[in-house]
């Protein structure tokens, strides 16, 4: 399958990135797994993003993560991945900053506390939908709610 993008919208990226996971299949804990042709969340973006998967994506993990907090569009649409999920990003007080990649990892790799299932492939594409819908129709990713 090969993607070839030039400057696109965050929905467009969201939407590529939902069609990736439904043509492989995701993986939850490596950002890939090659062995069964399966991407992360993370990576199909970053693929969405850039057209393709570097090696370090299967080699070093470290790197990888590198890359994804380094592309830009990589970052916005994982922002908005992370903004349409029901639970708040971790939030680091000393930088401001939210960990929109741990907040996605945690949420595909943990089992909801109803049913004590992990969520659904074809829940993880509505989220990407959703994500793609919010970031079509507002201007900036919403800040991070407040307790209630």
Same mark, same amino acid.
């Given at each position: 399958?090969? %993607?070839?993008?030039?400057?696109? @919208? ?9 069609? %990736? %996971?439904?043509?492989? @299949? ?6 890939? +797994? ?13 693929? *969405?993003?850039?057209?393709?998967? $570097? +090696? ?14 380094? +592309? ?45 299932? %992990? $969520?659904? $492939? ?17 201007? *900036? ?5 407040? *307790? *209630?």
């Amino acid at each position: 399958m090969t %993607l070839t993008l030039t400057r696109t @919208s965050t929905g467009t990226i969201l939407d590529v990135a939902g069609q %990736l %996971l439904s043509y492989f @299949s995701l993986e939850r804990t490596d950002l890939i +797994n090659t062995g069964r042709e399966a991407l992360s969340i993370e990576a199909a973006v970053f693929r *969405a993003v850039t057209g393709r998967i $570097p +090696n370090a994506f299967t080699r070093d993990p470290k790197t990888a993560e590198l890359l994804l907090e380094t +592309n830009e569009p990589t970052q916005e649409a994982l922002a908005w991945i992370s903004a349409v999920l029901p639970t708040d990003a971790p939030h680091d007080p000393d930088t401001g900053i939210d960990d929109h990649l741990e907040h996605i990892r945690t949420w595909v790799t943990t089992k909801d506390f109803f049913t004590g299932t %992990l $969520p659904e $492939p074809f829940e993880v594409l509505q989220v990407l939908q959703q994500a793609k819908q919010a970031a079509e129709v507002l201007t *900036a990713v919403p800040a991070q709610r407040t *307790a *209630a």
